[in-house]
């Protein structure tokens, strides 16, 4: 299983990124998000977005009208555009999915042993 995140590292204040993040594992149905940890700090969920059912997605307080979660099955892929990028934003980005495909996807507790992560990239905003 793969999880690949890619996207501009470095972007000045108020400006906008897009991160990708190209799959190995068919993401339809399953519950898939973007997490980022900055230095010193303890990894945060940033967004999680689910098709399954009737569909969810959940932003972090933070990000709330900056952010958008999306995702192209078709290609197995995952995005997420962050607009209006602050100082704070700064810090490494992950891109996690679920184990499993279905189920409820309602919450940023990603446990280790039913996710897989990626590498991660890293966005600095300055």
């Known amino acids: 299983v793969q999880l690949v995140e890619s996207g501009v590292g470095s972007v000045q204040a108020g400006g906008p990124l897009r991160l990708t993040c190209e799959t190995s594992i068919d993401t339809d149905r399953r519950c898939m998000g973007w997490f980022r940890q900055a230095p010193g700090k303890e990894r945060e969920g940033v967004a999680i977005?689910?098709?399954?059912?009737?569909?969810?997605?959940i932003y972090a307080d933070s990000v709330k009208g900056r952010f958008t979660i999306s995702r192209d099955n078709a290609i197995h892929t995952l995005y997420l555009e962050m607009n209006s990028l602050k100082s704070d934003d700064t810090a490494m980005y992950y891109c996690a999915a679920r184990t499993w495909r279905g189920g409820d996807c309602v919450s940023f507790n990603f446990d280790t042993d039913t996710t897989y992560w990626g590498q991660g990239t890293q966005v600095t905003v300055s």
């Open positions: 977005n689910s098709d399954y059912g009737a569909g969810i997605t």
